[in-house]
């Protein structure tokens, strides 16, 4: 029997997994989410004994049932390869008594790549398992990471073409670079003038967008989505939270069943979301921190059970987290409001309607293994200098995030369970902020000057994602405003 994912919004809906992956969105702007998450099969103790792909593989099977377990294998071996640059894939490293992590080493040295890396893979696959004909067509918003682990994953992946939203205000310089100087026939990066929930709420408008959809099929094009609300990005998370039990175990830092606390650094509610899943299938993990920058929408949800985006978004040094609706978060109400389509899509009315919206309190109850909390631009960047002066471990700036809302986390609760602090991004793509952390009078040096000084502080060689862009061409200057969304695509698909 295949495990079948359901709508969030529609209670008639359902789709086996590559079904799911190759439509991005269900109707209405409902998201797929599993019937129920499936139990691990295989023990820790056998899962500490094998390799990342082993353990995707073991994760994934389960996810993933309609796909052959030679599909499955193709799949995770094409994308869990030499593209990274340690054979663990996700890396862990002990610092100041907690574990970081690392989930920076593919090649765009944001922990996107992670699900981005093998997304193409299986969206091809489910494409050809599904009879698909038309060319699909990936539209992804971003807050900076997401589009050049995309545009890496799809860049000349035959029968696709992905389009990229950015905000052309909200990126760090070296993210803009990267996506700007994207190779490939089949890539197209766009600058909004707008954040990233208008580029977020303009992609989704597009799928939800019926008569648009129709012209699509005429012209032979059909969309999906390599945002996370496609769950062929989620599923590929959970393993790196499986793995890195197992390999804790495997280290002898933890007992067999002993539980952690995970602190990811969260944005739109995904990486965190994949954190639940893997607990809900039997990883013992007690905690779930989910750490804002001063965008703190989800800290004030989980204090008061309201979700209220009505507020200035803030841009802040931590851009991949500058978000005020943080779409998996309808996954997690969907599950806690009894797995009913219908209340979910009253409270997304709600959000889309008034901004805003309050859960029940057996609701919240049912929350209660998420603690939320947030740090300010100044608790961030005195986090980098702290860990920096106290290891000689660098950070990048939503890894700060995390490692300073760690520390209100102890304080407030006295917990000393060992935790693992989830580190999203390389520092070589935010140097500015990172060296300025360190020492402000770096300001006045250029992007280039501060990777070299990046490098001879921190003694970790200048990863190659960051030699491709010193001195590769821009490619890619497209400018549009937020309402010219839909006209970028018609006019990239030759179909006004
Ligand atoms: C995307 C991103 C995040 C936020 O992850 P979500 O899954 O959106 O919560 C955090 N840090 C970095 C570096 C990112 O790229």
Known sequence: MDLLYRSTRNNEETAKASEAILRGLAGEGGLYVPEQIPALDKSMEELSGMSYQDVAYEVMKLFLTDFTEEELRHCINSAYDKKFDTPHIAELVKKDGKYFLELFHGATI??????L?????LLTTSARKNHVKNEIVILTATSGDTGKAALAGFADVPGTKIIVFYPKHGVSPIQEKQMITQRGENTYVIGIEGNFDDAQTGVKKMFSDTALAEEMAAAGYQFSSAN???????????????????A??????????????????TGNFGN???AY???QMGVPIAKLICASNENKVLFDFFSSGCYDKNREFILTSSPSMDILISSNLERLIYQTAGRDAEKN??????????GRYEITDEMREQMKDFYGNYASEEETAAAIKKIYEQTGYIMDTHTAVAESVYEKYMADTKD?????????ASPYKFTRSVMNAIDPAYDAQSDFALVDELERLSGVPVPQAIEDIRSAPVLHDTVCEKEEMCSQVKRILGIQ
Do not use: C, H, W
């Open 248 to 265: 804790l175990l495997a280290q002898g830092e933890i007992a067999d069943g002993e539980q952690i606390n995970v602190d990811v650094p």
């Open 228 to 246: 996370s609300i496609n769950i062929g990005r989620l599923v590929p998370q959970v393993v790196y939270y499986v793995y890195t039990y197992a």
């Open 416 to 424: 000393d369970t060992k935790t693992v602090i989830v580190s999203t």
């Open 117 to 121: 890396s093998i997304l193409p893979y």
């Open 110 to 115: 944001a922990f996107k790549d992670m699900a």
């Open 345 to 354: 899509s009253a409270y997304m009315k709600a959000l889309n309607e008034a």
């Open 272 to 274: 965190i979301l994949a």
């Open 277 to 279: 899943y893997a607990k």
